[in-house]
């Protein structure tokens, strides 16, 4: 496979780097969200909230970091024989990941910051990381907080529909079309 027919390396290590992210706070989330109303899992689940914001701004500024890579690479074309609609599919979905991977983020953050808890964001357990301070001076910061999270948690879930549909199209590509399209992104499983 030559270099123009696969994402650059750069491309391919933000990528996966992303996707981890983002199904470990997929899962965490859905846990925790849970997990901190019962006693028995409470302090577990405060734990993992706080390696739940931490690893949320990583994706976030992972994806900036990607969308500036990719301004400056473009991606490898798609295959001739795919036909049209699942092309403008294919680009369609990928903008959508951009939108919700910059959207889920910023709506924990706020949703944190509006909190009327005013628990701090430490990245790590080290760097302290701002809340909008907008969202700490609303009027009614429950009320605001409680929306957030149900706008958080819708785009979480619209998250986990484009995750599960972008891994069916990539199994599809490599295993039925066999047209090599996966190992664009992970180029060891290149055939030919
Ligand atoms: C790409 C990044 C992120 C993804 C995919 C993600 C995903 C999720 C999901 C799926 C949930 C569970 C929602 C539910 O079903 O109730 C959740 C909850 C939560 N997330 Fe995130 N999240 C991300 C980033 C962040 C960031 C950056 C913060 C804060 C700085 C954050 C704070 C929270 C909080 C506080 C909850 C619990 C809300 C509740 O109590 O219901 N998230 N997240």
Known sequence: MTPQTRYTQVAIILHWLIALGVIGLIVAGKWMAGAINQ????????????????????????TILRLAWRLGHRPPPLPDAMPG????????AHWLFYLLL?????SGWALVSA??????????GVVEWPHI????????????????EEVHELLGNAMLLLVLLHVAAA????????????ARMLPFLARG
């Open 39 to 62: 006693p028995e899992t409470q302090a577990l689940a405060y734990d993992v909230f706080q390696l739940h914001k931490s690893v949320g701004i990583t994706v976030l500024l992972l």
């Open 102 to 106: 910059i959207g889920i983020p910023l």
């Open 171 to 182: 199994l599809k590509h490599q295993y039925l079309d066999r047209d090599n399209l996966l």
């Open 133 to 148: 301070a907008a969202l700490t001076h609303v009027a009614d910061r429950q009320a605001t907080a409680h929306q957030l």
């Open 85 to 92: 609609w699942q092309k403008a599919a294919a680009t369609g």
């Open 115 to 124: 909190s009327p808890l005013g628990l701090p964001t430490l990245l790590y």
